[in-house]
Nanobody, 124 residues
Framework: QVQLVESGGGSVQAGGSLRLSCLAS???????MGWFRQAPGKEREGVAG????????YYADSVKGRFTISRDDLKNTMYLQMNSLNPEDTAMFYC??????????????????WGQGTQVTVSS
């Protein structure tokens, strides 16, 4: 069982930045990981994914050029740097992980382990 704990959420004004962290209870080395978000009344959507080695990253079109996903396996932590935030980014953000990468990076079915989420609120 892998436990994931997100942190770094908060309230910012449009144009601001936040850096989310996801700390895993187990080694992240070799694990498939990603970030998702869910706004009120909407389905959970993939924001960014990262390969087991960290060499390949994936982004939703809505965040390309603004968000950067990264991982530090020595610290068992994944990050999401979010710049140029806008009110449409307001959501609960979740980190996800699994022992292997299967299927599409943005599919919730790809990941077995989920964090409890951290709220991001962007005001105009």
């Amino acid at each position: 069982q892998v436990q994931l704990v997100e942190s770094g959420g908060g309230s910012v004004q449009a144009g601001g930045s936040l850096r989310l962290s996801c700390l895993a209870s187990d080694h992240t080395y070799g694990k498939c990981m990603g970030w998702f978000r869910q706004a009120p009344g909407k389905e959970r959507e993939g924001v960014a994914g990262i390969s087991t080695t960290g060499t390949t990253t994936y982004y939703a079109d809505s965040v390309k050029g603004r968000f950067t996903i990264s991982r530090d396996d020595l610290k068992n932590t994944m990050y999401l740097q979010m710049n140029s935030l806008n009110p449409e980014d307001t959501a609960m953000f979740y980190c996800a992980a699994d022992l292997v990468c299967r299927g599409t990076w943005s599919s919730t079915f790809r990941y077995k382990y989920w964090g409890q989420g951290t709220q991001v609120t962007v005001s105009s």
